[in-house]
Protein backbone atom coordinates (compact mmCIF):
# COMPACT_ATOMS: atom_id res chain seq x y z
CA UNK A 1 0.00 0.00 0.00
CA UNK A 2 0.62 3.88 -0.22
CA UNK A 3 3.45 4.86 2.28
CA UNK A 4 4.19 8.52 3.48
CA UNK A 5 7.39 8.66 5.43
CA UNK A 6 8.29 11.75 6.88
CA UNK A 7 11.49 13.04 8.87
CA UNK A 8 12.91 14.40 11.25
CA UNK A 9 10.40 12.39 13.81
CA UNK A 10 11.73 15.12 15.94
CA UNK A 11 13.53 18.69 16.23
CA UNK A 12 14.50 20.69 18.70
CA UNK A 13 15.47 23.97 18.16
CA UNK A 14 15.74 27.25 20.10
CA UNK A 15 13.49 30.07 19.01
CA UNK A 16 14.24 32.13 16.22
CA UNK A 17 15.77 29.04 14.20
CA UNK A 18 14.57 28.02 11.30
CA UNK A 19 12.62 24.22 10.95
CA UNK A 20 11.94 21.74 8.23
CA UNK A 21 10.15 18.70 7.95
CA UNK A 22 10.26 16.06 4.74
CA UNK A 23 8.05 13.96 3.59
CA UNK A 24 8.40 11.43 0.83
CA UNK A 25 5.85 9.22 -0.83
CA UNK A 26 6.34 5.86 -2.10
CA UNK A 27 3.59 6.40 -5.08
CA UNK A 28 2.86 9.29 -6.94
CA UNK A 29 0.33 11.59 -4.90
CA UNK A 30 -2.71 13.81 -6.44
CA UNK A 31 -1.78 16.22 -3.66
CA UNK A 32 -0.72 16.44 -0.50
CA UNK A 33 -2.03 18.53 2.79
CA UNK A 34 -0.18 19.60 5.97
CA UNK A 35 -2.32 19.93 9.42
CA UNK A 36 -0.30 20.60 12.70
CA UNK A 37 -1.40 18.95 15.80
CA UNK A 38 -0.93 20.72 19.14
CA UNK A 39 -0.20 18.75 22.15
CA UNK A 40 -3.43 17.05 23.24
CA UNK A 41 -5.08 18.74 20.23
CA UNK A 42 -6.57 17.38 16.85
CA UNK A 43 -5.45 18.34 13.27
CA UNK A 44 -5.40 21.11 12.00
CA UNK A 45 -5.21 21.81 8.01
CA UNK A 46 -2.45 24.49 7.19
CA UNK A 47 -2.71 24.04 3.35
CA UNK A 48 -2.78 21.85 0.55
CA UNK A 49 -0.40 22.09 -2.74
CA UNK A 50 -2.14 19.93 -6.28
CA UNK A 51 0.14 21.35 -8.87
CA UNK A 52 3.91 19.92 -9.53
CA UNK A 53 6.56 22.30 -8.06
CA UNK A 54 4.02 24.60 -6.25
CA UNK A 55 5.10 26.59 -3.73
CA UNK A 56 3.01 28.02 -1.28
CA UNK A 57 3.77 30.23 1.52
CA UNK A 58 2.22 31.59 4.87
CA UNK A 59 3.81 33.96 6.82
CA UNK A 60 6.82 32.21 8.16
CA UNK A 61 5.87 28.55 6.10
CA UNK A 62 6.84 27.97 3.38
CA UNK A 63 5.48 24.60 1.34
CA UNK A 64 7.03 22.81 -1.62
CA UNK A 65 5.34 20.14 -3.86
CA UNK A 66 8.11 17.94 -5.47
CA UNK A 67 8.06 18.09 -9.14
CA UNK A 68 7.39 14.64 -9.11
CA UNK A 69 4.49 14.99 -6.92
CA UNK A 70 6.06 12.59 -4.38
CA UNK A 71 7.72 14.35 -2.04
CA UNK A 72 7.13 17.85 0.15
CA UNK A 73 8.48 19.80 2.82
CA UNK A 74 7.69 22.41 5.16
CA UNK A 75 9.91 25.06 6.36
CA UNK A 76 9.17 27.16 9.26
CA UNK A 77 12.02 30.75 9.18
CA UNK A 78 12.36 32.10 12.74
CA UNK A 79 10.45 29.86 14.84
CA UNK A 80 8.70 31.12 17.99
CA UNK A 81 6.83 29.32 20.80
CA UNK A 82 3.77 29.36 19.18
CA UNK A 83 4.92 26.96 16.33
CA UNK A 84 5.36 23.92 19.21
CA UNK A 85 3.46 21.06 17.96
CA UNK A 86 3.66 17.99 15.34
CA UNK A 87 3.61 18.70 11.72
CA UNK A 88 1.89 16.28 9.95
CA UNK A 89 1.85 15.69 5.83
CA UNK A 90 -0.96 13.95 3.96
CA UNK A 91 -1.05 12.76 0.75
CA UNK A 92 -3.84 11.61 -1.38
CA UNK A 93 -3.87 9.17 -4.52
CA UNK A 94 -5.98 9.10 -7.62
CA UNK A 95 -9.59 9.89 -6.83
CA UNK A 96 -9.49 8.51 -3.79
CA UNK A 97 -10.16 12.50 -2.27
CA UNK A 98 -10.62 12.83 1.73
CA UNK A 99 -8.83 9.06 2.49
CA UNK A 100 -5.57 11.15 3.77
CA UNK A 101 -2.27 9.02 3.94
CA UNK A 102 -0.41 10.41 6.57
CA UNK A 103 3.06 10.91 8.01
CA UNK A 104 4.12 9.69 11.01
CA UNK A 105 4.54 13.28 12.03
CA UNK A 106 7.38 16.15 13.08
CA UNK A 107 7.39 16.87 16.68
CA UNK A 108 8.67 20.05 17.10
CA UNK A 109 9.62 21.65 20.09
CA UNK A 110 10.91 25.24 20.67
CA UNK A 111 13.11 26.71 23.52
CA UNK A 112 12.81 30.25 24.69
CA UNK B 1 -15.27 29.17 12.62
CA UNK B 2 -17.29 26.13 12.57
CA UNK B 3 -16.84 23.16 14.08
CA UNK B 4 -16.78 19.42 14.14
CA UNK B 5 -17.82 17.92 17.74
CA UNK B 6 -17.65 14.88 18.97
CA UNK B 7 -19.28 13.22 22.35
CA UNK B 8 -17.90 11.59 24.46
CA UNK B 9 -14.39 13.49 24.65
CA UNK B 10 -13.48 10.12 26.70
CA UNK B 11 -14.91 6.66 26.95
CA UNK B 12 -13.74 3.76 28.75
CA UNK B 13 -15.21 0.32 28.24
CA UNK B 14 -14.78 -3.29 28.98
CA UNK B 15 -13.31 -5.64 26.05
CA UNK B 16 -16.18 -7.08 24.32
CA UNK B 17 -18.51 -4.50 24.96
CA UNK B 18 -19.86 -2.20 21.76
CA UNK B 19 -19.46 1.40 21.57
CA UNK B 20 -20.52 4.49 19.82
CA UNK B 21 -18.77 7.26 18.75
CA UNK B 22 -20.92 10.11 17.47
CA UNK B 23 -19.97 13.52 15.66
CA UNK B 24 -21.81 16.36 14.41
CA UNK B 25 -19.89 17.23 11.18
CA UNK B 26 -20.26 20.98 9.90
CA UNK B 27 -23.43 21.67 8.57
CA UNK B 28 -23.08 22.22 5.17
CA UNK B 29 -20.69 19.63 4.44
CA UNK B 30 -21.08 16.39 2.51
CA UNK B 31 -18.05 14.25 3.43
CA UNK B 32 -17.52 12.36 6.43
CA UNK B 33 -14.76 10.48 7.90
CA UNK B 34 -13.19 9.04 10.66
CA UNK B 35 -9.77 8.22 11.20
CA UNK B 36 -7.97 7.32 14.37
CA UNK B 37 -4.84 7.82 16.06
CA UNK B 38 -2.85 4.79 18.34
CA UNK B 39 -1.01 7.19 20.74
CA UNK B 40 2.38 8.67 19.15
CA UNK B 41 1.58 6.87 16.37
CA UNK B 42 0.46 8.90 12.87
CA UNK B 43 -3.48 9.14 12.39
CA UNK B 44 -4.84 6.77 10.49
CA UNK B 45 -7.70 6.35 7.88
CA UNK B 46 -10.73 4.58 8.33
CA UNK B 47 -13.71 5.23 6.72
CA UNK B 48 -15.61 7.80 4.20
CA UNK B 49 -18.96 8.20 3.72
CA UNK B 50 -21.28 10.33 1.22
CA UNK B 51 -24.59 10.09 0.29
CA UNK B 52 -25.73 7.63 2.77
CA UNK B 53 -23.27 5.27 1.79
CA UNK B 54 -19.31 4.21 2.34
CA UNK B 55 -17.19 5.84 -0.04
CA UNK B 56 -14.38 3.43 0.67
CA UNK B 57 -12.65 1.70 4.00
CA UNK B 58 -9.08 1.11 4.99
CA UNK B 59 -8.26 -2.38 6.21
CA UNK B 60 -8.86 -1.84 9.22
CA UNK B 61 -12.74 -1.15 8.82
CA UNK B 62 -13.43 -4.95 9.20
CA UNK B 63 -16.72 -6.07 10.21
CA UNK B 64 -16.81 -5.32 14.03
CA UNK B 65 -17.02 -1.45 12.55
CA UNK B 66 -19.70 0.29 10.72
CA UNK B 67 -20.96 3.59 10.33
CA UNK B 68 -24.43 5.67 10.24
CA UNK B 69 -25.81 8.98 9.62
CA UNK B 70 -29.14 8.73 11.30
CA UNK B 71 -30.98 11.77 11.19
CA UNK B 72 -29.38 15.35 9.27
CA UNK B 73 -26.84 16.22 11.77
CA UNK B 74 -25.32 12.90 13.33
CA UNK B 75 -22.39 10.72 11.88
CA UNK B 76 -21.96 7.69 14.11
CA UNK B 77 -19.43 4.96 14.31
CA UNK B 78 -20.05 1.75 15.88
CA UNK B 79 -17.46 -0.87 16.90
CA UNK B 80 -19.51 -3.54 17.88
CA UNK B 81 -17.15 -6.14 20.00
CA UNK B 82 -14.27 -3.88 20.89
CA UNK B 83 -10.87 -5.21 21.47
CA UNK B 84 -7.78 -3.99 23.62
CA UNK B 85 -6.10 -2.86 20.10
CA UNK B 86 -9.26 -0.04 19.55
CA UNK B 87 -7.64 1.85 22.35
CA UNK B 88 -7.10 4.95 20.38
CA UNK B 89 -8.44 8.44 20.12
CA UNK B 90 -10.81 8.41 17.07
CA UNK B 91 -11.42 11.86 15.10
CA UNK B 92 -14.21 12.92 13.27
CA UNK B 93 -13.74 15.13 10.07
CA UNK B 94 -16.17 16.79 7.30
CA UNK B 95 -15.45 18.42 3.99
CA UNK B 96 -17.55 20.15 1.58
CA UNK B 97 -15.58 19.61 -1.28
CA UNK B 98 -13.44 17.01 -2.58
CA UNK B 99 -10.67 17.35 -5.21
CA UNK B 100 -8.46 20.33 -5.54
CA UNK B 101 -10.02 22.70 -2.99
CA UNK B 102 -10.98 20.01 -0.30
CA UNK B 103 -9.92 20.29 3.42
CA UNK B 104 -10.40 18.35 6.44
CA UNK B 105 -11.79 19.67 9.19
CA UNK B 106 -11.03 17.42 12.02
CA UNK B 107 -13.24 17.04 15.31
CA UNK B 108 -11.60 16.82 18.91
CA UNK B 109 -11.73 13.56 19.07
CA UNK B 110 -12.46 10.72 21.17
CA UNK B 111 -10.15 8.80 23.80
CA UNK B 112 -11.20 5.19 23.60
CA UNK B 113 -9.71 3.03 26.18
CA UNK B 114 -11.09 -0.40 26.09
CA UNK B 115 -9.83 -2.66 28.69
Known amino acids: GQQVMQIPQYQHVQEGEDFTTYCNSSTTLSNIQWYKQRPGGHPVFLIQ?????EVKKQKRLTFQFGEAKKNSSLHITATQTTDVGTYFCAGTRGTSYGKLTFGQGTILTVHP | EPEVTQTPSHQVTQMGQEVILRCVPISNHLYFYWYRQILGQKVEFLVS????????KSEIFDDQFSVERPDGSNFTLKIRSTKLEDSAMYFCASSDLLGSNEKLFFGSGTQLSVL
Open chain 1, 49 to 53: LVKSG
Open chain 2, 49 to 56: FYNNEISE
